[in-house]
Nanobody, 117 residues
C-alpha cells in the first residue's frame, strides 16, 4: 500500500521557523497535487498550502505570506517552509497527495507542530 513519509515538525517558540517534508514513493499514477492540511484540537481539518504539478499554488489566507510550499516532481516530494510561526499555527500537519487518473487521495500520518507563546 502506498504510504507518505513525513518529516519535520516539533516545538518552536512564536516567531520561529520549521520545515516539513513529505515523500510519496511508490505512488501509481501521476501526482497532480501535493500539499499540506492541518487540524487543530477541536477544529476541522483545513488546507494550509498545495502545489500542482504545473506550479499552481493555493494557500490559506492566514499563512499566505509566512509559509512557502515547494515540490520536486521527479522525486515526488513536497515541503512546507513555515516562518514567523504563531501559537495559532499549532496543529497536526498532514501531507496530502491527489493522483490522476485514478483520482485517489493519500494522506500522511500527520506530524505535530506546536508553537509556544
Amino acid at each position: 500500500q502506498e504510504q507518505l513519509v513525513e518529516a519535520g515538525g516539533g516545538l518552536v517558540q512564536a516567531g520561529g521557523s520549521l520545515r516539513l517534508s513529505c515523500q510519496a514513493p511508490g505512488i501509481i499514477g501521476v501526482i497532480s497535487v501535493m500539499g499540506w492540511y492541518r487540524q487543530a484540537p477541536g477544529k476541522q481539518r483545513e488546507l494550509v498550502a498545495t502545489r500542482s504539478r504545473v506550479g499552481s499554488e493555493k494557500y490559506d489566507d492566514s499563512v499566505k505570506v509566512r509559509f512557502t510550499v515547494s515540490r520536486d516532481n521527479a522525486r515526488n516530494t513536497v515541503s512546507l517552509e513555515m516562518t514567523s510561526l504563531k501559537p495559532g499555527d499549532t496543529a497536526v500537519y498532514s501531507c496530502y497527495v491527489y493522483v490522476v487518473p485514478s483520482e485517489l487521495t493519500y494522506w500522511g500520518q500527520g506530524t505535530q507542530v506546536t508553537v509556544s507563546s
